[in-house]
């Protein structure tokens, strides 16, 4: 894979100058409200005035974040699960979009789209998320969350955690259940996915300006749009058929911003618009399960005692470091696996168990439920034939999860009348740090386990961006022999830390 340095990723990227933390209390203002927004896959050179005009505009008014992060793994779980709780999986535990849970299904994978499969690893293991929550934290201040989504229902259940914390619509889990037959009288049944996720995705939006803005009216609220991800995965970062789901999804934030207005409510609204990832090409030359086959071996029961969920692999049974060691070095040399994490070699060590590999603290991943071992697909610069950069050795058309700048680097927009106006930040910051910020926009006080900070300095009693302090390091982990090495690309912001990407080099 080409090797680019920090400087060209970051002039790729727009820039990644990290900030200070200061600590900037803000008392909630009388009937305002906070609205988030979550365009599921959404990178931010898709947001142009040609193809996202009304959300360019928000921006344009409102702050512009330039270094904005996915938590890794890059995926739509991982992050709503980071969304939910403010904090990495270092603290909320869900690991993957595809997870391992010998409590719950000994023999294979826990599939957390499906909120039934999420339902029973909480019956199994009598807990799904292991921190507070955004709807836990509203709740007992006594103010009401709720989430519209056109994702998955997994998605939704995570981001709506725990049961009976917040309200849920989704096409295909409503929560509390009574409220289904009012949604389906109102809109009928809601709609599948489909390419484009157009449909679903108007249905939701009806059912926010339905009921969200009236008899479920959230002091928070979230609306997930299912697309440019549906479509992407599909048919390609930047395709036509990609463009037009972008337009439509901007229609939808067009027709949510002229009924906040429309209804005198605007004025009062703290709009925050994310995604959960970034998105890159995929060459298809990672085949993780086909390497890692060689070293599984039969348990009695004739299941094999190695299991990989995406760029987890778990063994089964006793711990066995000689044949972590052995899989990491077989890895090691392969060009299509890019970043290695073990175990920390030491507590807070950078330097895996592994010789050669980073620790999972570095990519806030350390868990109880952690896996042995933890790869990332490696990453280029390349452009597509639709003319996007950003290029990963995964399996399919397109996607994410791995920690390339491309899927780490994700939109975060802000507009309202707590948030500066005219103003582009290269602070970073993470998809952990907006339930800190939503609830400080709310009034109610932070709860310490959330680890993500408030995004101080993109409101109007917070320091000025550019007067914020950054610290860029870089932590590198290689092979006695040298032959492999990895850097990891982090940033600090005062006490707070943020995994920029990381890049690999062989000999």
């Keep these: ?123 199994a293991e009598g807990v799904l998320l292991t921190a507070p929550t955004l709807g836990t934290t509203l709740q007992t201040a006594g103010k009401r969350f709720t989430v519209f989504s056109a994702g998955s229902t997994g998605a939704a259940r995570l981001l709506g955690s725990p049961a009976g914390a917040a309200t849920i619509v989704n096409p295909d889990y409503v929560r509390p259940v009574e409220l ?70 901007d229609d939808e934030i067009g027709r949510i911003e002229d009924a906040l207005r429309q209804q005198g409510r605007l004025a009062q609204t703290n709009l925050i618009v994310t995604s959960d990832h970034g998105f890159s090409t995929h060459t298809g030359e990672l085949k993780l399960r086909e390497l890692v086959a060689p070293f599984a071996r039969t348990l009695p029961d004739g299941t094999p005692d190695v299991i990989v969920t995406e760029g987890a692999i778990n063994l089964r049974g006793p711990k066995d470091p000689a044949r972590v060691a052995a899989i990491v070095a077989a890895l090691q040399k392969r060009p299509e696996v890019g970043a290695i994490f073990t175990r920390p070699a030491s507590p807070g060590s950078a330097l895996g168990v592994v010789a050669g590999t980073l620790s999972f603290s570095v990519a806030r991943w350390e868990h109880a439920r952690s896996a042995d071992i933890m790869i990332s697909g490696n990453w280029d610069s390349t452009t597509n034939d639709a003319g996007w950069a950003g290029r990963t050795t995964q399996g399919g058309v397109a996607g994410h999860g791995t920690s390339s700048p491309f899927d780490i680097h994700n939109t975060l927009i802000a507009a309202g009348p707590d948030f500066r106006e005219r103003t582009r930040s290269r602070v970073p910051v993470s998809n952990a740090d907006l339930a800190p910020t939503l609830l400080t926009l709310a009034g109610v006080p932070v709860p310490g386990s959330m680890t993500g900070r408030v995004i101080d300095e993109a409101l109007k009693t917070g320091p000025d961006p550019e007067r914020v302090s950054v610290q860029p390091r870089v932590e590198t982990a290689q092979t006695a022999d040298g032959s492999y090495q990895v850097d990891a690309h982090i940033t600090l912001v005062g006490r707070e830390r943020y995994l920029d990407y990381t890049q690999v080099r062989r000999k």
């Design 1 to 123: 894979m080409t090797v680019i340095s920090r400087r060209d990723v970051l002039a790729l990227l727009a820039g990644s100058a990290l900030a200070g933390t200061m600590d900037w209390p803000l008392r909630a203002q009388a009937g305002r409200s906070q609205l988030l927004m979550v365009i599921d896959g959404l990178r931010p050179d898709y947001v142009t005035p040609e193809v996202m005009p009304r959300l360019f505009a928000i921006g344009q008014r409102g702050v512009l974040f330039e270094a904005n992060h996915s938590v890794f793994p890059t995926v739509t779980r991982v992050n709503s699960s980071s969304i939910a709780t403010g904090s990495y999986p270092e603290t909320h535990g869900l690991l993957g979009n595809t997870i391992y849970s010998e409590k719950t299904f000994p023999t294979k994978a826990i599939e957390t789209s499906d909120y039934t499969q999420l339902d029973a690893m909480e019956r």
């Design 180 to 249: 289904r037959a009012r949604l389906v009288a109102a809109l009928g049944e809601g709609p599948k996915d489909a390419i484009p996720n157009n449909v679903r995705n108007r249905w939701v939006v009806d059912a926010f300006l339905r009921f969200g803005l009236g008899e479920l009216n959230g002091d928070v609220t979230a609306i997930w749009f299912g697309d440019p991800d549906e479509t992407a995965h599909a048919k390609g970062v930047g395709s036509e058929t990609t463009k037009q789901a972008l337009r439509f999804v």
